[in-house]
Every structure is written in structure tokens, then in C-alpha cells.
């Protein structure tokens, strides 16, 4: 006999059960930061291989383009037109953008010695860079934006990470905020808007909690009725007949399976680095 839900579900519950099943996977950062799992970690080993000069290594150029395009077929990335990567890949190369601390044009990259520029301070200047250098492509729009400057900020020699705010690009984090805070929301959010709700997250976990139990926040703590436009047809309905485990495994199963998908051909070559799932 299966046992209803018996209570209400809580954000606890989903806290408790992201910690459970991904802090094996988040090892810990500078400052007690969260990194971002096995895709940035692999895109690290191959810009650390390209930096030590070894035989066989991606080249710089090819690193910039995973840190665009991501490793994988999944989503919003198999949108984004060629031409578009092209070009967002040559700007982050060879552009200019305004360090508005100093009123200087400065380079992202330094393709001679394979380095960053190193004067951030945190994610929002760089974020900022990335926006300068590409956020004026037609075809390249905020989630991949995010994305590039997420995945550049972890190459740093001092990776930062997002830490003042939880940035709501994606339409389904943007509406699973929206299911918390009760309100409409920018793009980006101050952190301390959620302090109640996710304690001492760091903010980078926040948008990741959002993203994989979207469908959760928006089906079970919106108070609008099942048929409100915002909620996922994805959704079982008989969500309301399932243990609290069983119906988060189910959510969390089913964002493991979107995002089951193949690499793209130009970056097939793992014998680098071990790639581990």
C-alpha cells in the first residue's frame, strides 16, 4: 500500500535532500564557496592542460568555445546558432571591454600567455566584462551569458563564483524564485532576499537547487491552482499520492535525464582527462 504525502512539503525537505544527493559531487571551494560539478571541473583540467602545453591538449581558443557552448547537447545550448558561438568566441579572444573601477579598455584574455584578466572582485565585474564583450550578438542571450561567465569565473587562478546575487535567467528558475518570494523578479536577485529560505547556501547552489527542483517549488508551493500556465506539464498529477522521497527522487530523475545528453562532436576527446559521470 503506498503512502500518501502527510504533510505538507517544505523547502526543508528539498535542502535536505540536495545535500544528501550532491555534496559528494560539490567539492569545496576558496572561502567555503560550492563549485559547480563534473562539467567545469573537466573544462579546468583541459585549460590547465592547455596552460602546461602538453601534447594532444585542446588549444585556447577551444577551451573559450567549451566555456560558450558548454560540453553538452542539452537545452538552451542546442539553440544557440554556430555563427553565433563564432563570433562570441572571437570577441572573448580579441575584444575590449571597459574595467569601470579604472575607466580602462582592457582584454579578457591574453591569448600569449594563455591568462585571464586578474583584477576582478567578484562575479559581477566579470559577469559585466562577458556582457560588454557579448551580450550584443543576435543569438546569444542571458542564460548563455550566464553560463560563459559562470564557467570563466572557475578558470580564474582565484575562481569567483556568484556571491552577492542568484541569477534567474532560466524561465524555470526565475518562476521557481517567483513561487518562493512571491513577487516578480529582476534577472538577478540579492542573495539575502532568500536567507530565510536557504539558510547559508551560497548563492551558485541557490540558481542550482532552483534549476533541478523547479517543477517542485512551482507545483507544490505556488498556491495557484494546477492548471496556472506556469506549471510544468512535465508534472505528474498524481504528484499529490507520492511519499515526499519518492516525489523528490522522481524530480530530481527526471532534470538527470534532461540533461542526459550527447557531447558535441568537437569535443569528444576525453583521453585527457578522465572524465567521471
Same mark, same amino acid.
Given at each position: ?78 539553440? #544557440?546558432?554556430?555563427?553565433?558561438? @563564432? ?6 579572444? *580579441?575584444?575590449?571591454? $571597459?574595467?569601470? !573601477?579604472? %575607466? ?25 566584462? #562577458?556582457?560588454?564583450?557579448?551580450? @550584443? ?6 542564460? *548563455?551569458?550566464?553560463? $560563459?561567465?559562470? !564557467?570563466? %569565473? ?124
Amino acid at each position: 500500500m503506498q503512502i500518501v504525502m502527510e504533510r505538507k512539503l517544505t523547502i526543508k525537505d528539498v535542502m535536505d535532500y540536495y545535500l544528501a544527493h550532491y555534496a559528494n559531487s560539490m567539492p569545496n571551494g576558496s572561502n567555503g564557496i560550492v563549485t559547480m560539478w563534473s562539467e567545469m571541473n573537466e573544462i579546468k583540467s583541459y585549460y590547465k592542460e592547455c596552460v602546461s602545453n602538453q601534447s594532444g591538449c585542446y588549444s585556447f581558443d577551444e577551451v573559450i568555445r567549451m566555456c560558450v557552448r558548454g560540453l553538452y547537447t542539452t537545452g538552451h545550448q542546442k539553440r #544557440v546558432d554556430e555563427q553565433a558561438i @563564432n563570433m562570441a568566441v572571437s570577441n572573448l579572444m *580579441t575584444g575590449k571591454f $571597459t574595467d569601470f !573601477r579604472t %575607466g580602462k579598455n582592457c582584454s579578457l584574455l591574453n591569448k600569449r600567455t594563455i591568462s585571464f584578466y586578474k583584477y576582478f572582485v567578484d562575479f559581477e565585474e566579470l559577469y559585466d566584462a #562577458v556582457l560588454q564583450l557579448i551580450g @550584443n550578438i543576435t543569438g546569444i542571450g542571458y542564460v *548563455t551569458l550566464y553560463d $560563459t561567465a559562470r !564557467r570563466i %569565473g572557475y578558470l580564474l587562478n582565484q575562481p569567483i563564483f556568484p556571491v552577492a546575487y542568484v541569477y534567474l535567467h532560466y524561465n524555470c528558475v526565475n518562476k521557481a524564485a517567483q513561487s518562493i518570494l512571491r513577487r516578480r523578479l529582476a534577472y538577478r536577485e540579492p542573495a539575502t532576499s532568500f536567507l530565510c529560505e536557504f539558510c547559508a547556501f551560497p548563492s551558485i547552489c541557490i540558481e542550482d537547487i532552483l534549476c533541478i527542483f523547479s517543477d517542485v517549488f512551482i507545483k507544490v508551493l505556488n498556491t495557484k491552482n494546477d492548471s496556472d500556465e506556469t506549471i510544468s506539464k512535465s508534472v505528474n498529477n498524481n504528484w499529490r499520492d507520492m511519499p515526499l522521497k519518492e516525489f523528490l527522487e522522481k524530480e530530481d530523475k527526471r532534470f538527470k535525464d534532461r540533461k542526459n545528453s550527447q557531447r558535441w562532436p568537437e569535443f569528444e576527446n576525453t583521453k585527457i582527462y578522465a572524465y567521471k559521470k
